[in-house]
């Protein structure tokens, strides 16, 4: 007898299934409407804040779980599993898992970095809404969206050699640094991957009765999305707008997708399900 699968795939949004310049996702439509076909899961974890992401489920007719600000959280629909998550907190029609460092925590955290490294460091909260607009692409609203943060602090630097000096001093206050397409970000000791294992093992609770199994795909552009990649079965690696690939994602079996962004989303996709 032959075993039921069940697809679940997991994506970043800012340049792999949403374009790093207009922030469309129209070159992966044919991949999505397959996956909607096949009944698989699409779960987005992005870097993103929940007040950005929804707006965007709804321009996907996105119903489910979704991961935010580097594994910050994951958001569940309330109901959407049989049983409920240990650890939730009930708000505004989810299931909310916390794993990040609260907000209120990382801006001090971050101007005390800068203070001992003597350099400038500028956040997102140090940032008026016109200059996140500029810097991302995004627009006055938009940005508005991206700065209603909870668990995750963007930043650029003005030298960009001092990364790893900051990596070392967010380590000494038990927190940590990543890279993603645009800027670093100062988090706790959460990543995307500590979101999607919990996420994962839920869906496998969920199927386990029904003697379903699980396959999961993996797909991201930088290096915050290492960890999603290392938790799933299948990893894919789009191409960033240069036509290159981050060189700091190394991992085994690693499927580079012969596309930029949404475009090299929906051909990794689309082979993954046996072509259009």
Known sequence: MRTATFMMVISDLDGTLLDSSNYSFSAATAALARLKKEDACLVLASSKTRAEVEPIRGRLDHTGPFIVENGGALFVPAGFFRVSLEGAIS??????IPFGTPYAQLRPALKEIARVLGTEIKGFGDMPIEEVAQRTGLTRREAALAQQREYDEPFVLVNDTLFEAVCREATIRGLTCTKGGRFYHLLGRNNKGTACRFLINCYRRELEPASVRLCTIGIGGSANDLPLLATVDQ?????????????????????YAPGIGPAGWNTAILNMLGGA
């Open 235 to 255: 990893r894919i690696l789009v191409q960033r707008p240069d036509g290159s690939y981050d060189s700091t994602v190394r991992l085994p079996d690693l499927i």
């Open 91 to 96: 708000r505004d029609g989810y299931e909310v």
